[in-house]
Structures are given as structure tokens and as C-alpha cells.
């Protein structure tokens, strides 16, 4: 099975800073890497997909990043809706595998 | 508008059974692959299993955790995808989604979730 390693597993940001939480493969992935936003008792909700393609309707202030095992989500300025965990996900091969989480919590 | 609503969690023995459901909308639910994805209480997401469209034979694949316990059908004249769980573990303790697969291949809609609770 490909192991998934975000980092950090919860960070503490201020309304405006720029975040970004990092994604490791545990074997190269290509570009099959989703980045998905959740919040307490909510569906996860696709950011991004392709490592680096943005969902439609979702903000410009999302972005991705990285092919082969390594891959970042950057947030560009940090607002109060963005407070949620963050997951990223391979689909490159079987069994999908998925990140621990990233919780981001307001400083 | 994609919906995806799930139904059929509940409180379960150990060893017993339960069949989830999932009533798709808003998209045109036989041409795309299913997957279902679960949550335990305050931990990440796990991927349960997948089932593939008519064009690729309704074939399945599933987790180790679940595998030979778990079964995944799709009924496309009632736009509706299916979990049945038998013997079900305390450690399958979950919010069970269903999700769609993008013609990318990433998921792309989630439903809300069902919880399903193995309890004596």
C-alpha cells in the first residue's frame, strides 16, 4: 500500500497569513493526488485534484503543488472559512490511500 | 445540482449485518464509478471499496479491512449504490460516505454520511 505523510498534523495561523501543509508518498504517485478541505460534522469537499487542477467553484486562493511523492497545498491568505482539516489523498493505485490530516486552527 | 444522500446507519451487534444505501442525483449515475469512504469518531478518512460502471462490468475493489465482509452493488435504474456489511466489528465504527468518481478518477462529491455503530 502507497503511505501518505502530511505534515504538519495541525498548525495555528492568523486571518491573512499564507499557509502551506505538505504531502509525502511513500512511492511515486505521478501527479494522482486530491487535496480535500473538512469541517466538523461536513462532507469533505475537493479542493484539488491532478496535484495541481482546482475544482470548479473553488478559490484561487487554494493552489497545488508537486508530482512524484512530494506535493504541497498552499492556502494564500488564510481567511475564517479556510479553518478546517486538510487532507490529501493518492488514487494513483489500489487500496486509496489517504494523508493523516492537517487541522488548521486560528491563532 | 450533485447530491449524494446516504441512508440505513444505525446501532449494530457484533457479527451482525447492515446494508447502507446511497441516492444519487443531479448526474447521470451509470456512467461513473462509486466509491465508499469511512470515518471513525475523531480519526481521518479510510477508503472502503470502489465499484466500476456497466462498461467495465460492475467489477469491485475493496480495502483489506473489509475485504470478504463488505460487498458493493449499484442498482443505475434507481440511480442508488450499496454497502452491505456483515460481520460487522466494533473497530468498523463509522460515518460511512459515498463518493463519486471524476472522469479524472479523483472524488470529486461526497454525501454527508450514515453512522454506523457496532456496539453490544
Known amino acids: 500500500d502507497i503511505q501518505m505523510t502530511q505534515s504538519p498534523s495541525s498548525l495555528s495561523a492568523s486571518v491573512g497569513d499564507r499557509v502551506t501543509i505538505t504531502c509525502r508518498a511513500s512511492?511515486?504517485?505521478?501527479?494522482?493526488l486530491a487535496w480535500f478541505q473538512q469541517k466538523p460534522g461536513k462532507a469533505p469537499k475537493s479542493l484539488i485534484y491532478?496535484?495541481?487542477s482546482l475544482q470548479s467553484g473553488v478559490p484561487s486562493k487554494f493552489s497545488g503543488s508537486g508530482s512524484g511523492t512530494d506535493f504541497t497545498l498552499t492556502i494564500s491568505s488564510l481567511q475564517p472559512e479556510d479553518f478546517a482539516t486538510y487532507y490529501c489523498q493518492q488514487y494513483k493505485s489500489y487500496p486509496l490511500t489517504f494523508g493523516g490530516g492537517t487541522k488548521v486552527e486560528i491563532k | 445540482e450533485v447530491q449524494l444522500v446516504e441512508s440505513g446507519g444505525g446501532l449494530v451487534q457484533p457479527g451482525g449485518s447492515l446494508r447502507l444505501s446511497c441516492a444519487a442525483s443531479g448526474f447521470t449515475f451509470s456512467d461513473h464509478y462509486m466509491d465508499w469512504v469511512r470515518q471513525a469518531p475523531g480519526k481521518g478518512l479510510e477508503w472502503v471499496g470502489r465499484t466500476r460502471n456497466k462498461a467495465n462490468s460492475y467489477t469491485t475493489e475493496y480495502a483489506a479491512s473489509v475485504k470478504g465482509r463488505f460487498t458493493i452493488s449499484r442498482d443505475d435504474s434507481k440511480n442508488s449504490l450499496y454497502l452491505q456489511m456483515n460481520s460487522l466489528k466494533t473497530e468498523d465504527t463509522a460515518v460511512y460516505s459515498c463518493?463519486?468518481?471524476?472522469?479524472?478518477?479523483?472524488?470529486?462529491?461526497w454525501g454527508q454520511g450514515t453512522l454506523v455503530t457496532v456496539s453490544s
Open positions: 463518493a463519486r468518481v471524476s472522469r479524472s478518477s479523483d472524488l470529486d462529491y
Open positions: 512511492q511515486g504517485i505521478n501527479n494522482y
Open positions: 491532478a496535484a495541481s
